[in-house]
C-alpha cells in the first residue's frame, strides 16, 4: 500500500475509533461502573469484532444489502431497538452504596457480547465501509484487508483504553449514588443521540 494511502488510513482510523459513538460511550459508561478490569473484555470484543467485520464485509458480505435491500432495514431497526435497550439499561443501572467504592450491581460487557455488537452498531458499519471502498487496492484485496485490520486493531488499542480510562477518571467524583445516577442518565441519552444517523440517513454511512 503506498505510504499516501496509509497513512490516510491511519488518520481515518483515528479519528473515527477516537470520536463519540457506540462504542465508546459503553466503554466509558463501563470503566465509570465497573472500573477498568473489569471493563478489558469488552474492550478487546470491539477490537476482535470489528477486525472480523471488516474481513466477512471485506470479502463480500455488503453486497447482501444490494442484493436484498431490506436486510438494511432489518439491520438499521434491530441497531435502533438495542441501542434504546442499552440506554435503558445504563439509565437504570444501580449504583453501588457509596459510589466510586464499590462495585456496581449488574454486569459489564463480555468479550463475545462487544464483538457481536459490532454487528448492530451503525457507526462500526460506516467505518468499515467507508475504509473499505476507499482504501483497498483492487490488485491486492487481501493485503489490503489485511492491513485494513492491522491498522484499526492498532487504533483500537488506543481509542478504547483511552475512553475506558476517562470512565474511570470521571469515577473518582461521582463520589455520591445520586451524581453517579446522574452519569448514567446522561450516558444514556448520549447513546440515544447516536440513533439519529440511524433515523435520518438512508443507509449506514453516517457517523
Known sequence: MPI???????????ITSITPG????????????????????HMSGIIVGLAIMIVLVG???????????VALVALKTV???YLLYLAWKIANAAPPPEAGQGEATG???????????QWVNPKAWAM???AISAYTLPDHPLVSLG???TVFAMVGLVSTSTWAVLGTQVRRFLNRPARLRAFNITAALLLLATLWPIM??????AH
Do not use: D, H, W, Y
Open 147 to 149: 492491513i485494513m485490520v
Open 107 to 117: 454486569k459489564p460487557f463480555s468479550f463475545l457480547q462487544a464483538a457481536a455488537f
Open 59 to 69: 470479502l463480500g458480505l455488503a453486497r447482501v444489502f444490494e442484493v436484498f435491500p
Open 79 to 81: 441497531s435502533a431497538v
Open 200 to 205: 435520518t440517513s438512508g443507509g449506514l454511512g
Open 22 to 41: 457506540p462504542n465508546n460511550l459503553l466503554l466509558m459508561a463501563s470503566g465509570t461502573n465497573f472500573g477498568l478490569k473489569r471493563t478489558l473484555p
Open 4 to 14: 499516501q494511502l496509509l497513512l490516510a488510513l491511519m488518520a481515518f482510523a483515528f
Open 128 to 130: 468499515v465501509l467507508t
